[in-house]
């Protein structure tokens, strides 16, 4: 069932040494496409690093060595406004992205997009792994990828064949994400105790990388200050300047 495999996602950092095919890395991308859109804009691409200098930079720009250089297949996703600017220039039209919304449209789009990427490669029995770290060196990445203003890249996403596969990560109870009517921080004060427990004993036990740690120590300490501030100008200069 499609529950069970969604609910069966771990992030693959091993994989074996077997090339994906293009032909393979092309159906999975078509799933991708029928995720739902924003008023159907579609404002994304994926260039597939095939080319192993370019593979070479982008693991060490990424700083995602064993990722980008052993995978089946490496992507990266980006936001793409430069193909909707074409598409008005058939009409004699110009499109303006230069606000919040276009940015949150283009990521949606790019997020649901690579979601069912990922969805689709592990329905085949692939492994899948986000890649953050192409966010670390957005600019030098869309020089060796070829980007043009309007497009920029949010993640990479290495797919292949598991070497082994990790325990899945207990998430959040259900009970802290689904609200009935209105928004309740009260229920924090008991769950998120409980769920740093079942984390911490996670962390403690599973069968590789084990950390005496607890979600929201990692959490705090992730987020108590501002990360990758690069991206604001970087944005600027692909367009997404939000005047």
């Not at 739902?36 to 982008?58: C, G, M, N, W």
């Not at 995602?64 to 909707?84: E, H, I, S, W, Y």
């Not at 008005?88 to 979601?115: P, R, W």
């Not at 005496?212 to 990692?218: E, I, P, Q, Y």
């Amino acid at each position: 069932m499609v529950i069970d495999l969604l609910n069966s996602h771990s992030s693959v950092r091993d994989y074996e040494d077997v090339t994906l095919s293009r032909e393979t890395v092309e159906r999975l991308v078509s799933a991708g496409q029928h995720a739902a859109s924003s008023h159907f804009v579609q404002a994304y691409s994926v260039i597939h690093v095939t080319d192993p200098a370019k593979r070479e930079a982008l693991a060490e720009l990424s700083k995602n060595p064993k990722q980008f250089l052993t995978a089946g297949a490496a992507l990266v996703f980006c936001m793409d406004f430069r193909r909707l600017e074409a598409a008005a220039a058939l009409q004699d039209e110009k499109i303006v992205y230069s606000n919040a919304e276009a940015l949150v449209v283009g990521v949606t789009d790019t997020a649901l997009f690579a979601q069912n990427v990922a969805v689709a490669a592990e329905s085949e029995g692939y492994g899948i792994c986000y890649i953050g770290g192409v966010r670390n060196a957005p600019e030098e990445i869309s020089q060796v990828l070829g980007l043009p203003e309007g497009v920029a890249p949010l993640y990479g996403m290495t797919i292949g064949v598991p070497k082994f596969r990790n325990e899945v990560k207990p998430r959040l109870p259900v009970a802290s994400i689904l609200h009935e009517n209105e928004y309740d921080s009260k229920k924090y004060e008991e769950q998120l105790p409980e769920y740093d427990r079942k984390m911490n004993d996670y962390y403690l036990s599973r069968g590789s990388n084990r950390k005496d740690a607890t979600w929201s120590g990692d959490m705090a300490e992730f987020l108590k200050a501002p990360r990758r501030m690069h991206l604001k100008e970087f944005l600027a200069k692909q367009g997404f300047k939000f005047e």
